[in-house]
């Protein structure tokens, strides 16, 4: 029923006739009876800040100084990667984690886990997520980063249909045997995100909560207080038809999980909360954040490749609860016939009680629009020092056929004012990417349902699937730095070498990249 109703929508955005004569029905209709979540569609809309674009800021805007895209994944097979989580230690800058849908053991859908110690430049850490039991297929890995330097990644199983974690505490080393959250349940359990608290000063001090939706249709939550050896029995937080969980903790304890209720493709839907003071014991009963008009299956009629308007989110760790500031962002379809797809996000000031207007997040950072201009998948984040973060990808340079060829590039752009303005947007991707091939076997036409972003010191993360090499997907990382100029690194591109896909073991695999002459670059300005 889904993909019939994106079809009808694709049929009616192209058909400028029946657009209009869907209208007078839809003014008629309006007029007669009260909104349904249909009807306030056509009341949704997006808006700029009030305050001066960022380029109106006091003194010189001096960009972060992004490097190289390198290859994350070193297998030098012909199958893909894609869906990449990414996290930044938060003892050393240097040390980074990325995992990814895996298929280099013959096209089976495995997690893998991909490590560096020199700032993405090179990646030797690269194994099979350790300790699984048998399953069919492995998906949606999270990686998330501990203030004392552990790093953890999460990811679903389906055989066994259940939850996993894993981490490590010596860079990548050694690996501890991942840990069933739950599993043998007869259904998919979907969507798994999981967050920590990281403040020492909160009463909860490295809890952690893990997020999903058993059977792709309502939110349940476990949370753990031994870093994850043990989790409670699950309970659930959100209603019926709602999945894409996120949850992001703020600096007192207090757990905001954001999650998207009448979930799918071509759907009015709504961003809805739900928060937790006590640690995860009890949850608010869910809040509406925003209507969002999701993306549908394929954006566009040119496009293979699937699409979810997952949700991403960040919380203020400096602001205070319980007004704390919150962003919450997805993918967005309201004004498809004019700027296409859009990046749109929402703030709030007073923990979730009131929220503002969604606001055009590749707009406000400069981007063109266009009705073929798809910007798609944001990421948020916000950085110790109150900074906002934002990743995406757009094809405004090249838009949809038949005014271009559709092919993407990667995004990021921040703001130091708490989203009043954002800086001009940074192209991080070096080269443009087709997102219509390389499709992995099984995946269901799978480009990658979210993206990496981490944040840590000076040091900003990114990762996203990409298709340059022989149009197969694999994952790329790139570093940026943040101060100006005095910061510029010098990494290097490195060649994939060949990678032991011997069976997993506690103990990572560490390939041994053989480094082609030294690359050198320097900033670019758009």
Same mark, same amino acid.
């Given at each position: 029923?889904?993909?019939?109703?994106?079809?009808?929508?694709?049929?009616?955005?192209?058909?400028?006739?029946?657009?209009?004569?869907?209208?007078?029905?839809?003014?008629?209709?309006?007029?007669?009876?009260?909104?349904?979540?249909?009807?306030?569609?056509?009341?949704?809309?997006?808006?700029?800040?009030?305050?001066?674009?960022?380029?109106?800021?006091?003194?010189?805007?001096?960009?972060?100084?992004?490097?190289?895209?390198?290859?994350?994944?070193?297998?030098?097979?012909?199958?893909?990667?894609?869906?990449?989580?990414?996290?930044?230690?938060?003892?050393?800058?240097?040390?980074?984690?990325?995992?990814?849908?895996?298929?280099?053991?013959?096209?089976?859908?495995?997690?893998?886990?991909?490590?560096?110690?020199?700032?993405?430049?090179? +990646?030797?850490?690269?194994?099979?997520?350790?300790?699984?039991?048998?399953?069919?297929?492995?998906?949606?890995?999270?990686?998330?980063?501990? $203030?004392?330097?552990?790093?953890?990644?999460?990811?679903?199983?389906?055989?066994?249909?259940?939850?996993?974690?894993? +981490?490590?505490?010596?860079?990548?080393?050694? +690996?501890?045997?991942?840990?069933?959250?739950?599993?043998?349940?007869?259904?998919?359990?979907?969507?798994?995100?999981?967050?920590?608290?990281?403040?020492?000063?909160?009463?909860?001090?490295?809890?952690?909560?893990?997020?999903?939706?058993?059977?792709?249709?309502?939110?349940?939550?476990?949370?753990?207080? $031994?870093?994850?050896?043990?989790?409670?029995?699950?309970?659930?937080?959100?209603?019926?038809?709602?999945?894409?969980?996120?949850?992001?903790?703020?600096?007192?304890?207090?757990?905001?999980?954001?999650?998207?209720?009448?979930?799918?493709?071509?759907?009015?839907?709504?961003?809805?909360?739900?928060?937790?003071?006590?640690?995860?014991?009890?949850?608010?009963?869910?809040?509406?954040?925003?209507?969002?008009?999701?993306?549908?299956?394929?954006?566009?009629?040119?496009?293979?490749?699937?699409?979810?308007?997952?949700?991403?989110?960040?919380?203020?760790?400096?602001?205070?609860?319980?007004?704390?500031?919150?962003?919450?962002?997805?993918?967005?379809?309201?004004?498809?016939?004019?700027?296409?797809?859009?990046?749109?996000?929402?703030?709030?000031?007073?923990?979730?009680?009131?929220?503002?207007?969604?606001?055009?997040?590749?707009?406000?950072?400069?981007?063109?629009?266009?009705?073929?201009?798809?910007?798609?998948?944001?990421?948020?984040?916000?950085?110790?020092?109150?900074?906002?973060?934002?990743? +995406?990808?757009?094809?405004?340079?090249?838009?949809?056929?038949?005014?271009?060829?559709?092919?993407?590039?990667?995004?990021?752009?921040?703001?130091?004012?708490?989203?009043?303005?954002?800086?001009?947007?940074?192209?991080?991707?070096?080269?443009?990417?087709?997102?219509?091939?390389?499709?992995?076997?099984?995946?269901?036409?799978?480009?990658?349902?979210?993206?990496?972003?981490?944040?840590?010191? $000076?040091?900003?993360?990114?990762?996203?699937?990409?298709?340059?090499?022989?149009?197969?997907? $694999?994952?790329?990382?790139?570093?940026?730095?943040?101060?100006?100029?005095?910061?510029?690194?010098?990494?290097?591109?490195?060649?994939?070498?060949?990678?032991?896909?011997?069976?997993?073991?506690?103990?990572?695999?560490?390939?041994?990249?053989?480094?082609?002459?030294?690359?050198?670059?320097?900033?670019?300005?758009?």
């Amino acid at each position: 029923m889904v993909r019939l109703h994106h079809h009808v929508r694709t049929h009616l955005r192209n058909g400028t006739v029946a657009l209009a004569a869907l209208a007078a029905v839809v003014w008629l209709a309006l007029a007669a009876a009260p909104a349904t979540p249909r009807a306030v569609a056509s009341q949704m809309s997006w808006s700029r800040p009030d305050a001066p674009h960022a380029l109106d800021k006091l003194g010189p805007f001096v960009p972060p100084i992004f490097g190289p895209n390198v290859r994350a994944n070193t297998d030098t097979t012909s199958y893909g990667q894609h869906e990449p989580g990414l996290a930044v230690s938060r003892t050393d800058n240097d040390v980074v984690f990325a995992a990814a849908k895996d298929y280099r053991d013959g096209n089976i859908k495995r997690v893998w886990i991909y490590g560096s110690t020199d700032g993405g430049s090179t +990646w030797p850490v690269q194994l099979h997520m350790p300790g699984l039991p048998p399953t069919v297929n492995e998906s949606d890995p999270v990686v998330m980063a501990r $203030d004392d330097g552990r790093i953890y990644v999460s990811c679903l199983t389906t055989g066994n249909e259940g939850i996993f974690i894993t +981490w490590t505490d010596d860079n990548g080393t050694t +690996w501890q045997p991942s840990v069933p959250i739950i599993q043998n349940q007869p259904v998919l359990q979907d969507k798994d995100w999981f967050a920590i608290d990281n403040n020492p000063a909160s009463p909860f001090h490295h809890r952690m909560y893990m997020m999903y939706a058993p059977g792709a249709n309502y939110v349940v939550e476990h949370h753990s207080t $031994d870093g994850g050896l043990t989790w409670s029995p699950r309970q659930q937080i959100g209603g019926s038809n709602t999945e894409y969980t996120y949850p992001v903790v703020a600096s007192d304890g207090t757990v905001y999980n954001f999650m998207m209720y009448n979930w799918g493709n071509g759907q009015i839907g709504t961003v809805q909360m739900t928060r937790s003071t006590d640690g995860g014991a009890t949850w608010s009963t869910p809040s509406t954040v925003a209507m969002a008009d999701q993306a549908g299956y394929h954006i566009r009629p040119s496009d293979q490749f699937r699409f979810f308007s997952i949700i991403s989110a960040g919380v203020d760790p400096l602001s205070q609860g319980p007004n704390h500031t919150l962003y919450v962002s997805w993918t967005d379809d309201r004004a498809f016939n004019t700027t296409g797809t859009d990046v749109l996000y929402v703030k709030s000031t007073d923990g979730g009680a009131t929220w503002g207007q969604p606001i055009n997040l590749a707009q406000v950072s400069g981007r063109p629009e266009c009705p073929g201009c798809d910007n798609i998948t944001p990421m948020m984040t916000v950085g110790q020092d109150g900074k906002v973060h934002a990743f +995406w990808l757009d094809r405004a340079d090249d838009p949809a056929p038949p005014a271009g060829t559709g092919l993407f590039h990667s995004w990021y752009t921040s703001s130091t004012d708490g989203g009043a303005t954002w800086d001009p947007a940074t192209r991080v991707s070096t080269e443009p990417q087709n997102l219509n091939v390389g499709f992995p076997p099984g995946s269901g036409d799978a480009a990658g349902d979210y993206w990496g972003l981490d944040v840590s010191g $000076d040091s900003v993360y990114v990762a996203w699937n990409d298709t340059r090499y022989n149009q197969q997907q $694999d994952i790329l990382v790139s570093r940026g730095i943040m101060g100006g100029p005095t910061a510029t690194p010098t990494p290097t591109q490195s060649t994939p070498p060949p990678t032991n896909t011997t069976a997993p073991s506690a103990t990572a695999t560490t390939a041994q990249p053989t480094n082609t002459p030294t690359q050198t670059w320097a900033p670019t300005w758009t």
